[in-house]
């Protein structure tokens, strides 16, 4: 893939609330994990973990703590991407708790890639009340939940998004 190729690529993946609800391949859900794992992290400490939900009733609790966004209960797999603090606070003290959520971001962020790569839409869901995800998972202290992410086969929307010109995000050199 060429660089022009990546761009489309990224450009054509979009956020997707509405899905047909067809359960997701196994073989697609070891793609996704094999993709995060190769994620860039501090220190290679892959301060990051993953819970795989496709059973209804669990999806069902985690829309409910997600504030009742439906996406969550419809698409077949939510995958619960959290820090794992100890990985990264057992080199890095008090600053690995940053890492750890780094890190998870950026293997959450790869889950997407891959998920676009094998046809499927995702969502990044970060509303949810993290107690009630912590409870319904059952997570131990030191991990945190970070992104709900619904996968599966959905409806794009019919336009892409309108993005800002880089040059608002730009800086050089200085502010």
């Excluded at 893939?1 to 997707?16: H, K």
């Excluded at 609330?17 to 994620?39: M, N, V």
């Excluded at 890190?103 to 990044?124: E, K, N, P, Q």
């Excluded at 869901?125 to 009630?132: C, D, K, L, Q």
Aim: contains cysteine; proline residues 5%; negative net charge.
């Amino acid at each position: 893939m060429d660089s022009s190729e990546f761009l489309r690529f990224l450009r054509t993946r979009s956020s997707v609330r509405d899905y047909y609800g067809q359960p997701l391949e196994a073989e697609d859900i070891d793609y996704i994990l094999a993709c995060a794992s190769t994620a860039p992290s501090a220190g290679n400490r892959e301060a990051w973990d993953v819970v795989v939900v496709t059973d209804d009733d669990i999806r069902l609790e985690l829309s409910s703590a997600a504030l009742d966004q439906v996406h969550v209960t419809e698409a077949p797999a939510v995958f619960v991407v959290c820090a794992n603090y100890v990985r990264s606070i057992s080199r890095y003290g008090e600053r690995g708790i940053l890492y750890a959520v780094q890190d998870a971001t950026i293997a959450c962020t790869y889950m997407m890639l891959a998920a676009h790569a094998r046809g499927l839409h995702s969502c990044w869901t970060g509303a949810f009340e993290e107690e009630s995800v912590r409870e319904i998972l059952d997570l131990p202290q030191h991990i945190r939940p970070i992104v709900l992410l619904t996968v599966g086969k959905g409806r794009p929307p019919l336009e892409p998004m309108e993005r800002m010109p880089v040059e608002e995000h730009l800086h050089r050199e200085t502010w």
